[in-house]
């Protein structure tokens, strides 16, 4: 029966078959082949020299996507190389070499976070809503008395990919080992009272209440009183007085611990 089947199939017929077939896959493997070359993105060789020396941690720190926008960013002259914390600086010298710009080495920076608040703060209220620092601060500033103070809710903890922040006794606190500079906690804080300061700093100030005296006693106990003890004792004139706050020229301080010792509310912090 297979021999009568076979010997009634035209195979000429199905020759040409094979053959229109054949002819086809060719001409539209030619026209895939033609057509991703022509609509092929063009890859930026600049932007990959770039990306292969980021640290490739895809934070977001930088505020881009990830590292290869960052990188596209770069090459494009749409950012900065001092965006990127968790980068080494030979490798930022030798991307600002590839951008053919000048490369200033700031040094390797952390955060701090400028509270020492916590529980040594009063509250206002007590607070029952969605969680985290920045919901609640949209509630009638948050449920510290002190405006200024850190809410202890965990914003920044939750956003450091280096899991370099606890929440101890009610205030943010940053390991220096594990930061990496990357600056999410700085940007995501509603309170902006973290700050990138150089890793070679010995002390840094644990308050950021711009008021004084009694009013800052009755809001905290530990907070700074705008005295300016630490600014008159500084031997090396490395701390101003700025909105009744000190602030630390760290080009000057050279880690004397002078002011730890006169601050009389010890909130300035050795490191």
């Known amino acids: 029966m297979t021999y009568n089947l076979l010997k009634n199939v035209n195979w000429g017929t199905v020759g040409i078959v094979l053959i229109i077939t054949a002819v086809l896959a060719i001409v539209f493997a030619l026209l895939i082949v033609t057509v991703s070359k022509l609509c092929a993105v063009k890859e930026d060789e600049k932007a990959k020299a770039i990306s292969e020396k980021l640290a490739g941690a895809n934070c977001g720190g930088c505020g881009f996507a990830g590292c290869a926008?960052?990188?596209?960013?770069?090459?494009?002259?749409?950012?900065?190389?001092?965006?990127?914390?968790?980068?080494?600086k030979e490798n930022k010298a030798e991307i600002a070499n590839i951008l053919g710009v000048p490369f200033s080495d700031s040094g390797d920076v952390f955060a701090v976070v400028h509270c020492g608040g916590g529980e040594n703060a009063k509250d206002k209220f007590g607070y029952v809503g969605a969680e985290g620092c920045v919901a609640q601060s949209k509630f009638m500033g948050g449920k510290k008395v002190c405006s200024f103070g850190c809410l202890g809710e965990g914003t920044c903890k939750?956003?450091?990919?280096?899991?370099?922040?606890?929440?101890?006794k009610g205030v943010a606190k940053v390991d220096k080992a594990l930061c990496e500079a990357c600056g999410l906690c700085v940007k995501g804080c509603p309170k902006?009272?973290?700050?990138?300061?150089?890793?070679?700093?010995?002390?840094?100030?644990?308050c950021s209440s711009k008021c004084r005296g009694k009013d800052v006693m009755d809001a905290c106990s530990f907070g700074c009183i705008g005295c300016g003890l630490c600014a008159k004792n500084c031997p090396e004139n490395a701390i101003t007085m700025v909105d009744n706050l000190p602030v630390i020229d760290y080009s000057k301080c050279t880690g004397c611990l002078t002011c730890v010792t006169k601050c009389p509310r010890k909130c300035i912090k050795e490191l």
Request: some cysteine.
């Open 192 to 206: 902006n009272i973290i700050e990138l300061i150089p890793k070679s700093s010995k002390v840094y100030i644990a």
């Open 69 to 88: 926008d960052f990188a596209k960013a770069l090459s494009e002259g749409k950012a900065d190389i001092t965006g990127c914390g968790p980068t080494s």
């Open 158 to 168: 939750s956003q450091c990919p280096y899991n370099a922040i606890l929440i101890e």
